[in-house]
């Protein structure tokens, strides 16, 4: 027999193997093969009788790796779809859907977990000679009922010798508990507006559609999901609910473990151990875990009885990877959906613009919500602070210090917002105008004071703060601008005795960390962040937002920035009076005129995505466009613009749905020591779009590389 499989090298082909006892019920499964001095493993996508490869060529595949059982029909869908929608190689996305653990031949291994004693084992017990002393305490132990691997071999030298013979001898086995099917705990009485949402997302549950959940912040969206999440488990199906950021991730699960006490949830994110990560992957792969939460790459957690799928903050870039197999974990997920026949929720308080399109024009189903789920929340009121009549010092205009005082004296808490972490974005010499840069990108390199070093946040490059300019000798270097860690030595400078904690991705540097950073900020003072903090937290004492240096998405090249500009400050403003006590947001500005922040003070979501719906239809911006990128990366800049030229004159025959636009370099042309350049595709027609991209990527394939490297990018959301 035949096996074609899928590897995680850079050409779109499957790859022939001979191998022995084989049959299609091994297709899904994985299989270390040879290739070339190497040895891989790879997934069996098919399995034949033929092959086109001569038999004088034709390897064996080493081992089928039957340990883990074959993925299902439905998955393996889906990454079909992944490479065929985003022109990758199958065996690319394979090993970017797979945890680490498993694309290796390494057994993953049960956890640690309990035994207990079989009635053959109490037999033994009787049998067994005083002078197998390990052996008898070890069966005793579990005479006396269920115990732990790490309580029976605690203390005792060769114990784990001794439990792995019994469990050979049929005397010990695992102990898997009884569980009761998992039942939401009921925390909360739906407000009249939740319960009309609940009852229409219901209704659909059983069939595929889009359900696009847009409530503003604080309206109770997630305990409208963990409803319908509680009408699936019912029905004995599994749950899938995404996240975009690693920061929403702890205070969610401990959420979901409080309200559903019996059911097996699993997370998913990179920042997880790999054997705890596997291990949790094969929980659902097996059925038994009954939830899913995780970041973007749990869009492809293998889970056989699939019932719901939920995206939170669906309108979060961080759903879209930008290395390697560029894809969308939001629209994977909507793929998903389809494939398995089930219900998608995506949820927002400022949807993206294309799902509140197509929510609009009927495509999608529309579940709103307009009010806070607490009566006596309310709102925040939100004020601009006119930076020109209120002169900012230290970051700060007399306004905001005054709010914030104000807090402090009534025990309340604050939020100070900035989106820029570090000291300072910027070192320079004031008398011959030098500039530190990072000398491997085309970026000014950040001020980190408590750490004494420069480091630029694209590439990671850290180095000494230097004594001196390099270009003049002047010895007064000075910073420029802001980020958190000035902003909290400033505020502990005018407030010295108020509790202040900074949240930004310096200060959290491990899971556990931002645990107990967000256990403490409940207790501080005034809280100072990023977009850490932006969304999906729930602070009962804060009842002020100041949001410093708000202006610079106002006036970006990129005709997204005015979009995620008022999905960031909506959410940071929504961080407010979200129990009972009233909130207040102020944002200091110099154009307070401006329309989006005119649709922020009356909280007009939807004024504000018509009007730049409108703008973008002029335009000819998605969502009326489909667009792609063509990349191309080398150490020289000349030799990627010569790659693009050459990929456009072997372009397929222009057609007038497509337009294809002259290459220029990326707005951050130098990345890690490479130089980015890029040709754009745009077009009104999905499918005419991805039938020239089929037909351009087989020939890109074929380009000598010439020192470049190059990929496609669907859907881009950064140039």
């Not at 029909?73 to 022109?87: A, N, Q």
């Not at 956890?111 to 067994?128: F, I, Q, V």
């Amino acid at each position: 027999m035949i096996l074609r499989v899928a590897l995680d090298v850079p050409v779109p082909k499957l790859f022939d193997y001979r191998a022995e006892s084989v049959t299609e019920a091994d297709i899904g499964c994985r299989a270390l093969v040879p290739f070339g001095k190497k040895r891989l493993v790879g997934l069996v996508v098919e399995v034949a009788t033929e092959s086109d490869v001569p038999a004088s060529r034709l390897r064996a595949a080493e081992k089928i790796l039957r340990d883990v059982a074959p993925l299902e029909r439905e998955w393996l869908e889906l990454v079909k779809f992944c490479s065929s929608y985003y022109h990758r190689p199958l065996g690319e996305v394979v090993a970017a859907a797979l945890p680490p653990r498993l694309r290796t031949a390494r057994p993953v291994g049960d956890p640690p977990g309990d035994y207990a004693l079989t009635p053959a084992g109490s037999d033994a017990l009787a049998a067994t000679p005083p002078r197998q002393r390990r052996l008898r305490e070890l069966l005793a132990r579990l005479a006396r009922g269920p115990a732990s691997e790490s309580d029976l071999v605690a203390g005792a030298r060769r114990a784990r010798d001794s439990l792995r013979r019994g469990i050979d001898a049929g005397w010990i086995v695992p102990y898997v508990p009884e569980r009761p099917e998992p039942r939401l705990v009921n925390a909360h009485e739906l407000t009249p507006e939740q319960g009309q949402a609940v009852g229409s997302l219901r209704r659909g549950l059983e069939k595929f559609g889009v359900s696009l959940l847009y409530g503003v912040t604080g309206s109770g969206k997630t305990e409208i999901y963990l409803q319908l999440i509680a009408e699936v488990l019912t029905q004995r199906k599994q749950v899938l609910v995404l996240v975009p950021e690693i920061a929403l991730t702890p205070a969610l699960e401990t959420a979901f473990r409080d309200r559903f006490p019996q059911a097996r949830i699993v997370t998913q994110t990179s920042a997880m151990p790999e054997l705890e990560r596997a291990r949790g992957w094969l929980l659902a792969h097996r059925g038994i875990a009954h939830i899913v939460l995780g970041t973007r790459l749990a869009v492809f957690a293998s889970l056989p009885r699939l019932g719901l799928v939920v995206v939170d903050e669906e309108q979060d870039i961080s759903f879209k990877q930008r290395e390697g197999v560029r894809y969308s974990a939001r629209d994977l997920a909507i793929a998903r959906a389809r494939i398995a026949g089930v219900r998608v929720v995506l949820c927002s308080a400022t949807p993206s613009l294309e799902s509140f399109h197509h929510a609009s024009s009927g495509k999608y189903e529309l579940v709103s919500l307009t009010r806070r789920a607490i009566p006596e929340a309310v709102l925040p009121a939100l004020r601009l602070i006119d930076t020109r009549a209120h002169p900012v010092q230290d970051g700060f205009a007399t306004p905001l210090l005054e709010a914030l005082t104000a807090r402090l004296a009534r025990r309340e808490q604050s939020l100070v917002f900035l989106n820029r972490r570090g000291y300072a974005p910027v070192l320079a010499c004031p008398a011959c105008g030098w500039v530190k840069d990072c000398r491997r990108c085309s970026a000014h390199m950040v001020v980190h004071l408590q750490e004494q070093t420069l480091r630029c946040h694209h590439c990671g490059l850290a180095e000494d703060i230097p004594r001196a300019c390099p270009e003049c000798g002047n010895p007064d270097l000075q910073t420029f601008g802001r980020g958190t860690q000035r902003v909290e030595l400033s505020l502990g400078e005018k407030f010295p005795d108020a509790q202040i904690l900074r949240l930004d991705s310096d200060a959290v540097r491990a899971r556990s960390k931002l645990e107990d950073l967000l256990e403490r900020a409940a207790h501080a003072d005034i809280l100072v962040g990023t977009q850490i903090l932006a969304k999906g937290h729930h602070f009962e004492r804060l009842t002020l937002v100041g949001v410093l240096n708000a202006d610079g998405g106002l006036f970006s090249s990129d005709y997204r920035a005015s979009e995620r500009s008022f999905a960031q400050l909506q959410q940071v403003a929504g961080r407010a009076g979200r129990a009972n006590l009233p909130g207040q947001v102020l944002i200091q500005t110099r154009y307070p005129g401006h329309p989006l922040y005119q649709s922020l003070v009356k909280h007009d979501y939807v004024g504000f995505a018509k009007s730049v719906l409108a703008e973008r239809r002029e335009a000819g911006f998605p969502p009326f466009v489909f667009e792609a990128v063509l990349r191309a990366e080398s150490s020289d800049p000349s030799r990627a613009m010569r790659f693009l030229r050459s990929a456009i004159e072997l372009a397929p025959a222009r057609r007038p749905s497509i337009v294809l636009y002259d290459p220029a370099p990326m707005s951050l042309a130098r990345l890690a020591g490479v130089e980015r350049a890029q040709t754009l595709l745009q077009s009104r027609s999905r499918p005419r779009l991805q039938a020239f991209l089929e037909e351009w990527s087989a020939t890109l394939y074929r380009m000598p590389a010439q020192g470049v490297r190059w990929h496609l990018d669907v859907d881009p959301i950064e140039f």
